[in-house]
């Protein structure tokens, strides 16, 4: 199901059927790095994944995170969206894209247009997102897109950053 539209892309539902772009995304070298290992190693997982993350949250609160496509080919080549953590009091915008989609703009682009749809369609009023200390790439993003940082937390024993987008009316 189509969520949102850009001027070059298009954020939807991920299904079953993205399993093998999910496994080449989940085994990225960034994504270990600043992400985690979630141990995704065949389809099989991509699928389960897939179905027990986003399909999951999709269907209990009609949000998750969203499979980015190129509008030009149709090519999937990341994911961003909202997450509710049971870790967090509030909402997060999380992203990840393949390294061969980095850096030109398709992560502003994205992520700009699900903080628009969280606090205006969701009618969120606070988002947070959480990022490795290290990961000065997502928080240059976090900032592009108007997120302040709050204060660093412990999160599953791990220090991380805490951004916020204020409260709107």
């Known amino acids: 199901m189509k969520v949102l539209e850009t001027d ?7 299904t079953t059927d ?25 389809l099989e997982d991509a699928k389960n994944y897939i179905v027990t993350g986003p399909m999951k949250m999709y269907s209990q609160l009609g949000f998750g995170l969203f499979l980015v496509e190129r509008k030009e080919g149709s090519s999937p080549i990341g994911m961003c969206g909202l997450i509710k953590r049971d870790t967090l009091d509030n909402v997060d915008i999380g992203f990840a894209f393949l390294s061969r ?13 699900v903080l628009k749809y969280g606090h205006d369609q ?43 987008s204020g409260f709107r009316n």
């Open 101 to 113: 989609y980095q850096t030109q703009g398709y992560g502003f682009e994205s992520a700009s247009a």
């Open 18 to 42: 993205d399993a093998t772009f999910i496994l080449e995304l989940l085994n990225e070298p960034a994504w270990i790095h600043y992400i985690g290992d979630k141990g995704v190693r065949t």
């Open 122 to 164: 969701l009618n969120l009023q606070r988002i947070l997102a959480i990022t490795s200390l290290d990961n000065h790439a997502s928080s240059a993003l976090l900032e592009k897109i108007g997120m302040k940082f709050e204060r660093t937390i412990i999160l599953d024993k791990e220090e991380l950053k805490l951004y916020l």
């Open 8 to 14: 070059r892309l298009i954020l939807r539902w991920l």
